[in-house]
């Protein structure tokens, strides 16, 4: 079982950063491909980025190339999620997500992912 918690949401200005943090529980997690997902009011929960074990692989949706990046410290089992250049269309609720542990391939798909956080609102102002 993988229990995840994100952190670092908030409000923030157009054109500001924010960074998110997950911090999973569990020895598998140097072996778990892990994303991130969002979900805006009304509309359906989409992928933003994903990582593999090590960190080497990384994807990204069209939308927020350039401008997000997804990293990992497996040492403190955290991935992370630094957003700049915020836009208004960047507001949602923002999931951590984990693959099966020991899965290889990674997946862009949320119904790939087993494990989610309870999510943190991130809101970007005009």
């Known amino acids: 079982q993988v229990q995840l918690v994100e952190s670092g949401g908030g409000l923030v200005q157009a054109g500001g950063s924010l960074r998110l943090s997950c911090a999973a529980s569990g020895r598998t997690f140097s072996n778990t491909v892990m994303g991130w997902f969002r979900q805006a009011p009304g509309k359906e929960r989409e992928f933003v980025a994903c990582?593999?074990?090590?960190?080497?692989?990384?994807y990204y949706a069209d939308s927020v190339k350039g401008r997000f990046t997804i990293a990992r410290d497996n040492a403190k089992n955290t991935v992370f999620l630094q957003m700049n250049s915020l836009k208004p269309e960047d507001t949602a609720v923002y999931y951590c997500?984990?693959?099966?542990?020991?899965?290889?391939?990674?997946?862009?798909?949320?119904?790939?992912?087993?494990?989610w956080g309870q999510g943190t609102q991130v809101t970007v102002s005009s």
């Open positions: 990582i593999s074990w090590g960190g080497g692989r990384t």
């Open positions: 997500a984990a693959e099966p542990p020991g899965r290889t391939v990674i997946s862009t798909r949320a119904n790939a992912y087993d494990y």
